[in-house]
């Protein structure tokens, strides 16, 4: 079983919507949560990260974790053509020294 | 702003070669990884450095592939020889301590023909 997984899409919604990218990881243990965006053909850029429990909201992007259910989530609100990238999600896990565990990420499109 | 920087961007080789790649991680970062990413896949971490010290090479080929961070700052990932299926993108990344977030190089795109 894969540490952490995420559906790998296309997920499309029309500009000025809410996206929502979700995340399962396989580990209690899992302690820190991270949201990446990786335009093509570029390196990911860290957009959020996350590691109690509730919601975190940084401008258009909230991160929702939920230790319990072992998922967590990034909503986009009000999406932009911009925002069409590739979303990772990485946990770390405490027992393995930290160590970061990616996703395959979700590709997402606004459609203008 | 920091940022990490990496060199070359791109690199064409042929197979059999060796080829290097360069790494300068944001001032003050202890911590610095080296990834492997091949296209629709997530990062794959190759090695990790604790200033300079490697703490994690587990998944790195290591009859083909070495790395050092002699000096705890910059780091060089080496091939030798490449083969057709190290074709992808390196990505050097570094973070203020192990466990917190990570900042990415440009990454250097490799095609071994």
């Known amino acids: 079983q894969k540490e952490v997984e995420q559906n790998s899409g296309p997920l499309s919604v029309p500009e000025g919507a809410i996206a929502s990218l979700n995340c399962t990881y396989s580990d209690r243990g899992s302690q820190s949560f991270f949201w990446y965006r990786q335009y093509s053909g570029k390196s990911p850029e860290l957009i959020m990260f996350i590691y109690s429990n509730g919601d975190k909201e940084d401008g258009r992007f909230t991160a929702q974790l939920n230790k319990a259910s072992q998922y967590v989530s990034l909503l986009i609100r009000d999406s932009q053509p911009s925002d069409s990238a590739t979303y990772l999600c990485?946990?770390?896990?405490?027992?393995?020294?930290?160590?970061?565990?990616f996703g395959t990420g979700t590709s997402l499109t606004v459609i203008p | 702003e920091a940022e990490v920087a990496q060199s070359p961007r791109y690199k064409i080789t042929e197979k059999s070669q060796a080829v290097a790649f360069w790494c300068d991680p944001i001032s003050g970062h202890a911590t610095l990884y080296w990834y492997r990413q091949i296209l629709g896949q997530g990062p794959e971490l190759l090695v990790q450095f604790q200033d300079e010290s490697v703490v994690d090479d587990s998944q790195l080929p290591k009859d083909r592939f070495s790395a050092e961070r002699l000096k705890g700052v910059d780091s060089t990932l080496k091939i030798q020889p490449a083969e057709l299926g190290d074709s992808a993108m390196y990505l050097c990344?570094?973070?203020?301590?192990?466990?917190?977030?990570?900042?990415f190089g440009p990454g250097t795109r490799l095609t071994v023909t």
């Open positions: 990485a946990v770390t896990l405490f027992e393995s020294g930290n160590q970061f565990y």
């Open positions: 990344a570094s973070s203020f301590k192990r466990g917190v977030e990570q900042y």
